[in-house]
């Protein structure tokens, strides 16, 4: 039922996506008459954009944005109410955060993020332009502040980046009761509260109390009765990734944040994780493709060209290597033109086998389970899948090329070739990642180009090498 509704909401928003680009459309040609304000189809096309902007949630406008080009993404950003700019900016990418804010003017920037929290706006900082932030600061109170400073201390992959400060704490001496009295003073809870967070009068954490587990006891029960150590308690200093991945083990909403004495200061929650989580799978992805940074669909052609230039640069040479090595064996090909209709086969079915064995290896590591001493059984697992998946289709090629081209030493050479590019390919497969972890890069930068280049090098040199020791 949940996966109906999940592709409801998603076949929902893009129809609405729909609707509000065709509402932008009719205002563009509408626009074009001499008095557009003066025409009732104009002013209901407006009205009818607006309330449909209005209805959607900060997330979804978010989703527009980042699915329209960048006339269009400016005239609905125009449009959005100016109390819910903030949230939105947070909501977007990094890459179309910055045409939304180039296209604010100060006073619009400090009246969209100064209602955020102080998580929330150490997020939006760095992306903020350098003449508003001393104006920002000052607008803040002093434990604003003090909060925002604290999280800009952190890297953005810590905890201490991420780490919410609202929260519900309670001493262990008081009853039940007395809690309930107190949650009852707040109009509403933190967003993501499960739990409240006990502590003693030095503010050292000494366990948490579940929400359910209030409501299911005596109130006549004291606090320190029914608490439990909090075993999932986290330092600033933590890594976010190794903590995000912590938070979807143990199945966390929320966990304390505490220095390295213990006291509590602050709190982490799973909105925060599971953005960290879509960040490093994004990055990941972009990564393996050797892209720099996450970029803009509808950016300049500029931006993107500096975005993708550096590994295509790369892939060039390595194209080049590839050519130079078919080159070596030109003489072979003239004899036995077979072998230019062949050989792709052979780079291609090891590109394909080395980026699966390299997708693996890249997660494994990202989850921490690869080891030092796991590492070399990892690499003769991996060959020995290659070895026989490359007698077993190399057989299935060579049996092809035999019936067609009516030669068995062909067919022979075939699933030779095929075999050993496969076992090539797991070989690099395991080894560019682990090699790009030792050297402290991230395994997945440029993996795909890589593992493509040896197998197209590898595949062409085997294959055609073969081919001219036992054909010609």
């Known amino acids: 039922m949940s ?3 999940g592709r409801s909401s998603a076949s929902r928003l893009h129809d609405q996506l729909e609707t509000i680009a065709e509402q932008l459309r009719r205002l563009r040609g509408l626009g ?35 699915a329209l080009p960048l006339v269009d993404r400016l005239a609905v950003w125009q449009r959005v109410k100016a109390d ?32 955020l929290d102080a998580d929330e706006l150490a997020d939006l900082v760095e992306d903020l332009p350098s003449e508003v932030l001393p104006e920002l600061m000052a607008s803040l109170d002093a434990q604003q502040r003090e909060r925002v400073q604290a999280a800009l201390s952190y890297p953005e992959d810590q905890v201490g980046a991420l780490m919410d400060f609202e929260m519900i704490t309670i001493r262990e001496d008081i009853s039940l009761e007395t809690v309930l009295r107190y949650l009852r003073r707040f109009d509403e809870l ?36 029914v608490m439990a150590p909090d075993v999932n308690t986290f330092h600033p200093q933590d890594d976010a990734y190794e903590v995000a991945q912590a938070f979807e083990r143990y199945d966390l909403v929320s966990a304390p944040v505490v220095d390295g004495n213990g006291h509590l200061i602050g709190r982490i929650t799973i909105d925060a994780m599971v953005d960290v ?42 194209a080049f290597i590839a050519s130079r090595v078919i080159g070596l064996f030109e003489g072979s090909i ?20 080395g980026n699966q064995t390299i997708t693996m290896i890249v997660r494994a590591l990202a989850l921490d389970q690869i080891t030092p ?71 997945a930068l440029g993996s795909s180009v890589m593992i493509t280049a040896m197998t197209d090098s590898g595949g062409f040199f085997i294959f055609l090498g073969l081919a001219t020791l036992f054909l010609m």
């Open 3 to 5: 996966e109906l509704g």
């Open 32 to 66: 074009q008459l001499p008095e557009p304000d003066s025409d009732q189809g104009f002013r209901e096309t407006q009205v009818e954009l607006q309330r449909l902007l209005d209805a959607l949630h900060p997330a979804d406008i978010a989703y527009v944005l980042e």
């Open 84 to 115: 819910r700019d903030g949230e939105i900016l947070l909501e977007v990418s990094d890459a179309v955060r910055e045409s939304l804010i180039a296209d604010m003017d100060d006073h619009e920037i400090l009246a969209a993020v100064e209602p």
């Open 190 to 225: 933190p967003a993501q509260t499960d739990k409240l967070f006990v502590i003693n009068q030095d503010n050292l954490l000494t366990g948490v109390l579940p929400l359910h587990w209030l409501l299911v006891n005596s109130p006549e029960k004291r606090v320190s009765e």
């Open 277 to 318: 989580l879509r960040e490093e799978s994004e990055s990941e992805a972009l990564n393996r493709g050797g892209l720099r940074e996450e970029e803009d669909v509808f950016a300049s052609v500029w931006k993107s060209i500096r975005n993708r230039w550096a590994w295509l640069a790369v892939n060039l040479v390595t």
């Open 334 to 353: 003239q004899h036995l033109v077979a072998l230019a209709t062949l050989m792709p086969i052979v780079a291609g079915i090891g590109g394909n086998s």
């Open 373 to 443: 001493a796991s590492a070399r059984r990892l690499w003769g697992k991996e060959i020995a899948v290659a070895l026989i998946n490359g007698l077993v289709w190399g057989s299935v090629i060579g049996v092809v090329a035999w019936l067609l081209y009516d030669n068995f030493p062909l067919g022979v050479v075939m699933t030779t070739a095929m075999t050993l590019n496969l076992v090539l390919a797991a070989f690099c497969g395991v080894g560019i990642p682990l090699l790009m972890m030792r050297m402290g890069r991230d395994p």
